[in-house]
């Protein structure tokens, strides 16, 4: 890997560990559902600038609708899901939870679209498993409801990027595929739309108490901006440059860089916790995507 790629992986994945510092930032004061379209309509707006100033053809190939219906599971319920976390979780437990992202792809697979499941897959599902265990019962915050409720939303925001990731592959890639600029804006286009009515109905029924100060919306320009459409954009060039294989290996990085920014910023406590959990959670990343030997052969 060039000095040049591994600089742009490391940034990206400092950014997208600065999401859950921001989140954690915003979401008690506006509420969950306001900071999810928030951040989605704001890197919408982001990605609208980008797309104009690349000067990228606006050529969908019939696959708009697919894009709009991605953009519902791979970031309109993710954002809120996450937003709702970021009610009750330290932002490190949020980013180690959001590693899980690949052993949710391997269940999914084997569940629902005729994946093998190879022993090391299996071993690393158990594993990581294992590891969010024991980061939810040993960590800083007090085992309860709470704390449950905050996890469950994180596992189901990986459950849907791991879904995501097979209807990508069978909607988008197939056929000549789609530019993922374009992708990536009608995404955020259908997750802005799918988070609309809960943003208003969370308005009508409990309004914020208060619409923050300037550390909020800067927070949330940093999460719409920064963190989703500049974020969008070195993933691709990631994707294009150096693979998804090894772009994907940020999933290993995201949670340092936020347990880093919470307790730098947010004066979030550390333990050792931390360490087991996500030691643990990186074994099984690790054997969740290493090549196996039968494949090396073939």
């Known amino acids: 890997m060039r000095p040049a790629d591994l600089a742009r992986l490391l940034l990206l994945a400092a950014i ?19 900071t999810a379209f928030f951040r989605a309509s704001v890197g919408l707006l ?28 791979n970031a309109g ?49 158990a594993i990581g498993l294992f590891g969010v265990a024991v980061l939810t019962r ?6 309860d409801f709470d704390l449950l409720l905050g996890a469950a939303a994180c596992l189901v925001a990986t459950a849907c ?6 209807l990508t592959r069978r909607w988008i890639g197939q056929q000549g595929g789609l530019d993922n600029r374009l992708t990536a804006l009608a995404s955020l286009a259908g997750a802005s739309l799918f988070l609309l ?22 927070s949330l320009a940093g999460l719409g901006l920064l963190c989703t459409a500049l974020a969008y954009v070195l993933y691709f060039r990631l994707l294009s440059d150096i693979g998804p294989i090894k772009a994907s ?36 990343l690790w054997l969740v995507v290493r090549t196996s030997p039968a494949a090396k052969n073939a």
Do not use: D
């Open 46 to 73: 982001g990605l609208l600038a980008i797309v104009w100033l690349m000067r990228v053809r606006w050529q969908f190939n019939g696959k708009l609708k697919h894009c709009l219906m991605l953009g519902v599971i």
């Open 161 to 166: 990027y791991g879904v995501a990731g097979f």
């Open 138 to 143: 040993t960590g800083p915050v007090a085992f």
């Open 249 to 284: 290996t940020t999933t290993f990085l995201i949670p340092p860089f936020g347990v880093l920014w919470g307790a730098l910023l947010l004066n979030e406590p550390l333990s050792w916790a931390y360490l087991y959990g996500g030691v643990l959670i990186a074994l099984a």
């Open 16 to 34: 997208w560990g600065a999401s859950f510092l921001f989140m954690r930032i915003v979401a008690p004061v506006l509420g969950s559902m306001p």
């Open 77 to 125: 319920i993710p954002s809120a899901m996450y937003c709702l976390a970021a009610l009750v979780l330290p932002a490190g437990y949020s980013a180690i939870f959001n590693a899980t992202t690949p052993m949710m792809g391997v269940l999914i697979g084997m569940l629902f679209f005729a994946e093998a499941l190879t022993l090391s897959k299996a071993a690393g599902v």
């Open 197 to 218: 009515p809960l943003f208003g109905g969370s308005l009508w029924l409990q309004p914020p108490a208060s619409w923050g100060g300037l550390e909020v919306w800067l």
